[in-house]
Nanobody, 124 residues
Framework: QVQLVESGGGLVQAGGSLRLSCAAS????????VGWFRQAPEKEREIVGA????????YYDGSVTGRFTIARDNAKNTIFLQMNSLKPEDTAVYYC?????????????????WGQGTQVTVSS
């Protein structure tokens, strides 16, 4: 069983930065891939990016490439989403999710455990 708790959301002006954290419980968390998703009001949840269990491989949706960076610290069971050059369209609830056997990093069905989400609001 893995439990995930996101933090670090808030209100920021366009062009600013935020760093989200995803704290995980579970002894074997370091063997899980982790994805970040987001859901804007009245929109479907969408992929932001993902990171492999070792942290070597990262994947990003084209909408955030070059602005967002995912990293992990397995010693601290924490995944980070660094968000720079934020835009109003980045406003959403951000979720982290863990996958024991990642098949398709873009698909929600690939992930076994989900956090409760943290709100990010970018003002123009």
């Amino acid at each position: 069983q893995v439990q995930l708790v996101e933090s670090g959301g808030g209100l920021v002006q366009a062009g600013g930065s935020l760093r989200l954290s995803c704290a995980a419980s579970g002894r074997t968390f370091s063997s899980y891939a982790v994805g970040w998703f987001r859901q804007a009001p009245e929109k479907e949840r969408e992929i932001v990016g993902a990171i492999g269990w070792s942290g070597i491989r990262t994947y990003y949706d084209g909408s955030v490439t070059g602005r967002f960076t995912i990293a992990r610290d397995n010693a601290k069971n924490t995944i980070f989403l660094q968000m720079n050059s934020l835009k109003p369209e980045d406003t959403a609830v951000y979720y982290c999710a863990a996958s024991e056997h990642l098949r398709d990093w873009r698909q929600e069905s690939s992930y076994d455990y989900w956090g409760q989400g943290t709100q990010v609001t970018v003002s123009s």
